[in-house]
């Protein structure tokens, strides 16, 4: 818990799978260059990725103002992050015209499904060919058996918003096609979760191109 006065959030999955995270991403993200975080919440993951990976700088974002106070305040003094963006992905628009790589972490099932297809073409806009773009969460995945927890989680969420919910891998990925990304690479994670990368242009290389 946070002291009262204190603006940083916790959300305690954080600590969970940042770890997990971070060696999913290695491989993936560039040497060197900006990546962008989309949502970036209290800012607990962009600090953990920034800090193993002083080669890269982070622009964390948020359209939420209490979220993006708490995103600086946890970066404070790490100089490889870049203060926090308001940016609302479903926006037609970006405060961002260029990145080398985008980064989204648990949004896309706790936003209305405008928010998906405004990701994808956003990310296109500004990311160069061959640069990737990373999603991470839970999805529905046709064939493959959704875990009973997940089933719960979707649940709850269509509870306290009937705009939210898992999303069909199938149906992210056909969007993402339309925005010009190749097919994904799908890496399962701990508790249920993927890691789902694309690359504007082109495909991953990797044994599992789901979706």
Excluded at 17 to 44: K, Y
Excluded at 62 to 89: H, K, M, T, V
Excluded at 151 to 171: I, K, Q
């Amino acid at each position: 818990m946070t002291p009262i006065g204190d603006p940083r959030r916790t959300a305690p999955a954080a600590a969970r799978n940042r770890d997990p995270i971070l060696a999913a991403l290695r491989p993936l993200l560039p040497q060197a260059g900006l990546v962008l975080e989309i949502a970036s919440g209290s800012g607990e993951h962009v600090l953990h990725l920034a800090q193993a990976l002083p080669g890269l700088v982070f622009q964390p974002s948020d359209p939420e103002a209490d979220a993006r106070a708490s995103i600086d305040a946890w970066c404070a003094g790490q100089p490889n992050i870049r203060p926090a963006l308001a940016l609302d992905a479903a926006a037609a628009n970006w405060p961002l015209d260029r990145a080398d790589a985008v980064v989204c972490i648990n949004m896309i099932h706790i936003a209305p499904w405008a928010a998906t297809p405004g990701l994808l073409h956003g990310a296109a806009r500004i990311l160069p060919a061959g640069a990737p773009l990373v999603l991470y969460g839970p999805y529905l995945q046709a064939g493959v058996e959704t875990a009973p927890s997940n089933l719960d989680f979707d649940a709850s969420l269509r509870a306290r918003d009937p705009a939210w919910g898992l999303r069909r891998l199938e149906d992210v990925a056909e969007v993402a096609a339309t925005a010009g990304f190749g097919a994904p690479c799908v890496t399962p994670m701990p508790a249920n979760n993927l890691l789902v990368a694309f690359r504007r242009g082109s495909n991953l290389s990797g044994a599992d191109r789901s979706a």
